[in-house]
């Protein structure tokens, strides 16, 4: 069994205010299967999904926060907030050197990233891509990438 982690690290993944439940079961399971620490929702709540089929809510530590500031109170000592928000100032995934400790926040397809989750990013990266992507996927490709570019132990 291979577990993707950078030595001494950790990461959580998480969705504001995400529209469809369907797309938190695909990224829980992704989650699940990279080696996420833990997952959260901001803003609207998590229920039981059959997108979710390795049932990763019951597999790993699961966080709801009502609003931004809740969740930013709350996270994990020395972990930074990285953003992924198609904007002019992130930097591209492809070059982006994942930190030990943090934790990945995406936004609703329809919507994004609030302003203020953008603004209190430690970092802010981005797909080369003409448009947005859907949030599980996105989600999937930057635990991915982090797995790629970091240790693995076997």
């Known amino acids: 069994m291979k577990i993707h982690s950078l030595e001494q690290g950790y990461f959580g993944i998480g969705i504001q205010n995400g529209k469809t439940p369907e797309n938190l079961g695909v990224l829980w399971r992704s989650a699940q299967n990279f080696g996420a620490s833990f997952i959260f929702t901001i803003g609207n ?3 039981k999904q ?19 500031e809740n969740f930013y109170e709350h996270l994990p000592k020395s972990a930074l907030l990285i953003g992924v928000e198609l904007t002019q100032e992130a930097q591209w995934l492809e070059e982006f050197e994942h930190p030990r400790r943090c934790v990945y926040l995406l936004g609703a397809e329809d919507h994004g990233l609030s302003k203020e989750a953008i603004a209190k990013s430690h970092k802010l990266i981005k ?28």
Not at 130 to 141: F, H, K, T
């Open 50 to 68: 059959a997108s979710d089929t390795h049932k990763a809510v019951g597999a790993l530590p699961y966080f709801h926060y009502d609003n931004f």
């Open 127 to 154: 797909f080369n891509t003409p448009l947005s992507l859907n949030v599980s996927v996105a989600g999937s490709i930057v635990m991915y990438d982090r797995g790629l570019k970091g240790t693995i132990i076997l």
């Open 45 to 47: 709540r998590y229920q």
